[in-house]
């Protein structure tokens, strides 16, 4: 199974430069979220779905955009790159329900991207 | 809601115990440990859901603290493999998963 699939796995763009960072997942998951991993600062929520069509803010969302127009797919979108913006980028997709049940489901992450803004 | 970690780097060596902390600002709605070894995204060890309950997995057991605002993690007899960086995380409500910053585990042979 391929789980989550994140491309491309290195990025290096200059400062103004836009692009895309593509997240798939085959697991049937409603539930997508992208996040940024700095050193010292842990995984800081970008955006998340709930499912096709529906997308809402996480913790950093400035900067970046998000669409949901199938359940298998989930893209990030750096409008105009900035050096602030390097990080190494997740998706992460899990079981969404009501209740405990997807509070308790975890997150399967990709293997990430690593980009680089000059 | 913040998560903090401690400590933030344990070097060990092959066959010690670990124990790692991760402390809330608030009550733990449910929480996880995960695990992400280099080059590669976090993995899922161990889920908390009920204050005082001892879950385990192998060499791996989690509890949470008696306030369920504290939990650890510890790890026994550890071998070269441990290796990595350890995040505790909690759903904050509002269909977020937040994370602390991780504690980086080395292991000596």
């Known amino acids: 199974n391929a789980g989550v699939t994140q491309t491309p796995k290195f990025q290096v763009l200059k400062t103004g430069q836009s692009m895309t960072l593509q997240c798939a997942q085959d697991?049937?998951?409603?539930?997508m979220s992208w996040y940024r991993q700095d050193p010292g600062m842990g995984l800081r929520l970008i955006h998340y779905?709930?499912?096709?069509?529906?997308?809402d803010q996480g913790e950093v969302p400035n900067g970046y955009n998000v669409s949901r127009s199938t359940t298998e797919d989930f893209p990030l979108r750096l409008l105009s790159a900035a050096p602030s913006q390097t990080s190494v980028y997740f998706c992460?997709?899990?079981?969404f329900g009501t209740g405990k049940a997807w509070r308790n489901s975890p997150l399967h992450f990709g293997n990430g991207t690593r980009l680089t803004v000059t | 809601q913040l998560l903090e970690q401690s400590p933030q780097f344990l070097s060990i060596q092959e066959g010690e115990n670990l124990t790692v902390y991760c402390n809330s600002s608030?009550?733990?709605?449910?929480l996880q440990w995960y695990r992400q070894e280099p080059g590669e995204g976090p993995v899922l060890l161990i889920a908390?859901?009920?204050?005082?309950e001892l879950t385990s997995n192998g060499r791996l057991t989690a509890q949470f603290g008696i306030t369920r605002k504290d939990s650890f993690l510890n790890i026994s007899a550890s071998i070269p493999s441990d290796v990595g960086i350890y995040f505790c995380?909690?759903?904050?409500?509002?269909?977020?998963?937040?994370f602390g910053a991780g504690t980086r585990l080395f292991v000596k042979a």
């Open positions: 992460a997709s899990s079981y």
């Open positions: 697991m049937n998951h409603e539930y």
């Open positions: 779905s709930v499912g096709a069509g529906i997308t």
């Open positions: 608030s009550v733990f709605s449910s």
């Open positions: 908390l859901y009920k204050a005082g």
């Open positions: 995380a909690d759903w904050t409500g509002g269909f977020k998963t937040i």
